[in-house]
């Protein structure tokens, strides 16, 4: 051997862009087309060539390994399997590209799962949509594998089926990618609005990214402008926590995406054993097909506040980068933007659509080619069958017959493969009628090659169908959270919080309501010469609340900035108008519980939106309904499906519908109509009545109570005048309907005093009926409030 001078710095700079190429090109980085890594294309292709995909026979992950290994897959077993497991896993894919039989993992610990031999797979049959007309030439690019004997395709056709739902995350030498997940339904809906509309903007075709595990996103608008640049800010993600008010329970029931419940579980017990003051008296991890960690509290914590501790000191709060760094035309790394990807995709399936037409025409003009061919022979049967008897050999006949009858080779060759006995049964008519058959086709196919619109319109079916079928609901809550998160766990206390007609807020501990006997006095509010009660709500110092106004707003609000028995001007807490008034609040400590936030307005219309769609903790007010000109918001109640609901007007008439006869719609909508009103009529309010429901409570402005058997009102039709809730003296107006489950408290409100007394002190009656007097000398009754005691 000799000996070589070689620059050393430049050989290793050489072999590590060698490397970082290869890394990039052919592991780590997704192609932005189908948003596969290079592995991944590898193994769901093998699993398509042996037919191990939906609706085939599940087989042992062995045979996928082993297949997979035997032609393409280039490293060992293990990461193999792992691979193929991973895009099994409902709670790591978003849409799983494989259908596991067996142990694949678990929310506990997803790297929990069983090996090979005990685990049968196949491609799913979403994993099919990836292939779609692979077979017809779609694909122009394929590669020999590592021993040169087949071929593998270096992106997949994927029409309909974008893999970028799924996300992706990779590292590669010096770049890396981080591309979250989105819901089908979403990206496909932008891809055909993209697809009619070359210049959609961002904001017409941004979706909300949508987690395999749920969760709850906490900076929308941040993530949005990562997802227009294709990166910037991390995706804040935080846990669903459910608070179980009976148990006095935490109750963690979604997660952030890539965190798991062991993880959550080892962090809480190092934080336990530091003895820091949480508010947590024990945990459990009870997780199985779904998250289910409880946390059981000491006796005096604020749930709210708890909360915001685990958020602050567990991944129970987490991040997902942002870096959408994919392969441009499967070669160089590039960062894509979301419309620039969504472009590249559309583009790539467009080129796809084509060939595979082109294909189809051509297998159709080959096939007339060969219709022409019978036709011939047909026409001229015997003497096409005595040239053959009289033929030495097939070249031969072959000849003579192209010179006889003008056939071409191809025809020929079609004609002698008949058997005899086809040839002389072969019916004209029945030829005939699939020439003119492929005729209309290769006209069709003609036209969609020769106008964009006609090919757009055939994308947009296949998209539209594969939307059909596999599309399904959002799991994660997008929002924009806007409040401290350093506040440590306080001492829980159940408020009653008052909105006064001159725009104050004061707030009072339910401790100082005692109880009293029905016709009592009550106790005085200290308000301002002129005020009174116009709202009011029963929450613990840690709730939410979202508060509507005369302006169709929506603003919310912290509780727990409220000082105890301090009158407040709301101007100095939320971001009023000065011509702006509350009209109903909710406190939503519980909304997750409940489907959607239903309005009423005082002519009579109901309107029903997702909760979601109201929960977003930013001191800016959103628009909550549209309304229409004259018209306000008479109440404001959480629904869910499966109720009905009972909607009172102020003179004393109400109907009961089902809670569906309201369709659902967007914040800024204007709903339908729920009841019809005389012209001096007004409506009140329109509140649940849900399975528990065994009575309605209705008291008049002149401080008349009663409750009424559920039994009484008797379903109708919405838009109709209903029947007697409650019998009215001159003068009088109904103020206030409750519907009553398992409570054994009311708190009657007047402009100037507030009762709190049992419910078995008002009596049951009738609907046609006055009731009885809760109040001695009550100043109008504006609200009455059931009790949770």
């Known amino acids: 051997m000799g000996i070589y001078d070689i620059d050393v710095q430049k050989t290793l700079e050489d072999s590590f862009l060698l490397y970082a190429g290869y890394t990039i090109q052919f592991r780590a980085i997704p192609d932005v087309r189908d948003s596969l890594k290079y592995s991944a294309r590898q193994l769901l292709y093998s699993q398509f060539k042996e037919k191990l995909i939906h609706p085939a026979e599940m087989k042992k992950a062995q045979v996928s390994v082993g297949n997979a290994m035997k032609e393409f897959y280039v490293h060992g077993d293990a990461p193999c399997y792992g691979t193929f497991i991973r895009m ?99 990206v496909n809906n932008a891809l055909i609005t993209l697809l009619n509309n070359p210049n959609a903007s961002f904001e017409e075709l941004y979706c909300p990214v949508d987690f395999a595990t749920g969760g709850i996103v906490i900076n929308e608008n941040e993530v949005k402008e990562s997802l227009k640049n294709g990166y910037g800010k991390s995706i804040k993600i935080r846990a669903k926590i459910e608070y179980d008010e009976k148990k006095h329970q935490l109750i963690v029931t979604e997660m952030p995406y ?48 708890v909360i915001d501790w685990l958020y602050k000191n567990t991944s129970l709060q987490n991040h997902y980068s942002i870096n959408m760094i994919m392969l441009d035309d499967g070669k160089t790394p590039k960062v894509f933007g979301w419309v620039q990807a969504l472009r590249e995709h559309l583009k790539h399936i467009k080129e796809v659509k084509r060939c595979e037409f082109e294909f189809d025409l051509e ?71 699939e020439k003119n058959e492929l005729l209309n086709e290769i006209g069709r196919l003609e036209n969609i090659l020769a106008n964009e619109k006609l090919l757009n319109y055939e994308i947009e079916k296949e998209i539209t169908r594969v939307t059909k079928k596999f599309g399904d609901s959002r799991r994660t809550i997008n929002l924009n959270l806007a409040f401290n998160e350093n506040d440590e766990p306080i001492e829980k206390k159940v408020l009653m919080v008052y909105f006064s007609e001159k725009g104050t807020v004061q707030a009072h501990e339910m401790d100082q309501f005692s109880l009293q006997m029905r016709g009592g006095k009550g106790s005085k509010i200290k308000l301002r010469e002129g005020d009174f009660i116009k709202e009011t709500i029963q929450a613990d110092n840690g709730s939410w609340a979202l508060i509507f106004t005369n302006l169709g707003k929506v603003h919310t609000f912290y509780l727990n900035n409220l000082e105890i028995g301090v009158e407040t001007h ?11 008034e509350v009209i109903a609040i909710l406190p939503y400590t519980k909304a997750k519980i409940y489907e959607s936030v239903l309005i009423a307005t005082t002519d009579g219309h109901l309107k029903k939106t997702l909760v979601e769609e109201y929960i977003g903790k930013t001191k800016k007010a959103m628009t909550a309904i549209k309304l229409r000109e004259g018209d306000g918001i008479a109440s404001v109640s959480f629904v869910s499906k499966g109720d009905e609901l009972l909607i009172a007007s102020k003179k004393g ?14 914040r800024q909508t204007m709903g339908v109509q729920g009841i019809k009103l005389d012209e001096d009529n007004t409506c009140l309010v329109a509140i649940p009545i849900r399975k528990e429901t065994k009575e309605i409570c209705s008291i008049s402005t002149n401080g008349q109570i009663k409750r009424t058997p559920i039994g009484e009102f008797s379903k109708s039709n919405r838009a109709t005048k209903g029947v007697k809730l409650h019998n009215l003296k001159e003068g009088e107006e109904i103020a206030a309907v409750a519907a009553v489950a398992n409570e054994k408290e009311i708190m009657a409100i007047s402009q100037t005093n507030a009762i709190r007394i049992t ?22 009754i504006t609200k009455i409030v059931l009790l949770n005691t």
């Not at 080892?266 to 003051?277: F, M, V």
């Open 258 to 305: 890539s965190v798991y419940t062991n993880v959550i579980c080892e962090q809480l017990q190092k934080l336990l054993e530091t003895e820091q003051t949480t508010g947590i008296d024990s945990f459990i991890d009870a997780t199985g097909k779904t998250v289910n960690i409880k946390f059981t509290l000491t006796k005096k914590a604020n749930p709210s506040k």
């Open 759 to 780: 419910l078995d002190q008002v009596p049951q009656s009738s609907r046609n009926t006055f009731g009885v007097s809760i109040m001695k000398d009550p100043h109008k």
């Open 363 to 433: 297998k159709a003009k080959a096939r007339l080619h060969i219709l022409d061919g019978y036709l011939i022979a047909l026409a001229n049967i015997s003497e096409v069958v005595e040239t053959i008897k009289k033929s030495s050999s097939t070249s031969v006949a072959t000849a003579r017959l192209i010179e006889q009858f003008g056939f071409t080779e191809i025809q020929v060759k079609a004609v002698l493969e008949l058997k005899l006995q086809r040839l002389v049964n072969l019916e004209a008519i029945k030829i005939e009628k």
């Open 570 to 580: 709301l101007q100095s807490i939320l971001e009023l108008d000065t011509d702006e």
């Open 88 to 186: 099994g896993k409902p709670f790591a894919l978003r849409y799983p590209l494989e259908e596991v039989q067996g142990n694949f993992g678990t929310l506990i610990d997803p790297e929990n799962h069983s090996s090979a031999r005990y685990v049968e797979m196949r491609g799913s049959e979403l994993c099919s949509e990836l292939f779609t007309t692979i077979n017809k030439d779609t694909i122009k690019e394929w590669r020999d594998n590592y021993d040169q004997t087949v071929q593998f395709p270096l992106v997949l056709p994927s029409v309909g089926f974008y893999n970028i739902v799924n996300g992706v995350a990779g590292i590669a030498t010096g770049i890396s990618t981080s591309v979250p997940q989105f819901n089908l339904r979403d």
């Open 653 to 666: 008439n109400c109907i009961r519908i089902d809670e569906d006869a309201v369709p659902t719609t967007g």
